[in-house]
């Protein structure tokens, strides 16, 4: 009965989060963010991955990641770039995770390297789909962009972060 | 705020991206003479920059249209969702590319000396 419980509330937890995601995901649909190269995001759905990495278990967080993306790719039109939101993705929560776990990185750096590899990993599936080296003309200027985006999104969750310690 | 390792790995995204840079704007520059369109990784012409010329290709992906005019070349026309390869300033230097990634498109300009290009990846 006690075990019911907790895996009821842990879905019911996890549920929470992709429905937060989720919004932030709408939310920055809205909000043009257009600077004519392609792949420039806030991402700012990744604030609950990067909060997720403190307070969830590493499977969780990747759990509600690929749900989250799934849907998003459903509800907010475009199938086709589902395949470069997982990607960018995953390798974004993996980099995240590995930095977390080898500690000297303050959630900012976290959180830029997380942005970083999302573009890389997006890049690098868009170089095989057109099978062309030619798309990492766009990494040098998404190299940045993800250092830039990543620092945002990482003050906002280290400051939420510590907020929710305090709890 | 920052610690030491953060600032290591700033340096370190920063410094690719310079060399990077460096190295693309260095294998470019030249004016292209040729127009290559792939889609999906099979070549479906090449056109010459110097002729002006309007290219329809139709496929079960979409709708693209390439001109090709004043020794430029730029996508006029296509039916993808973004329409990022619509925005995409006109290319006119070897190596320059215009992609339409929902369409698995890539318009590149190239030279007649091949060893000038970046190799592309194709199967």
Known sequence: MLHNDKKTKKIAYSAMMVALALIFSYVEILIPFSFGVPGIKLGLANIVVLIGLFFLKPSEVFGILVTRIILVAFMFGNMSSLIYSLAGGILSFLMMLLLKQLKGFSTIGISMAGGVSHNIGQLVVAAIVVESLNVFYYMPILLIAGLFTGMLIGIVGQRVSCYLKKQ | ?123
């Open chain 2, 1 to 123: 705020m920052f610690k030491k390792k953060d600032i290591i790995l700033i340096a370190v995204v920063l410094a690719i991206a310079g060399v990077m840079a460096f190295f693309m704007k260095i294998g470019q520059g030249n004016a292209g003479e040729q127009v290559r369109i792939i889609v999906d990784g099979t070549e479906y012409g090449t056109y010459l920059i110097m002729i002006d010329n309007e290219i329809n290709i139709d496929t079960e992906l979409g709708h693209n249209k390439v001109v090709i005019r004043n020794k430029e070349v730029y996508m006029q026309q296509a039916d993808c969702p973004d329409k990022y390869c619509v925005e995409h300033k006109a290319i006119t230097s070897t190596n320059e590319t215009i992609v339409c990634l929902p369409h698995k498109l890539v318009v590149e300009v190239l030279s007649n000396n091949r060893a000038e290009e970046i190799d592309s990846v194709t199967q």
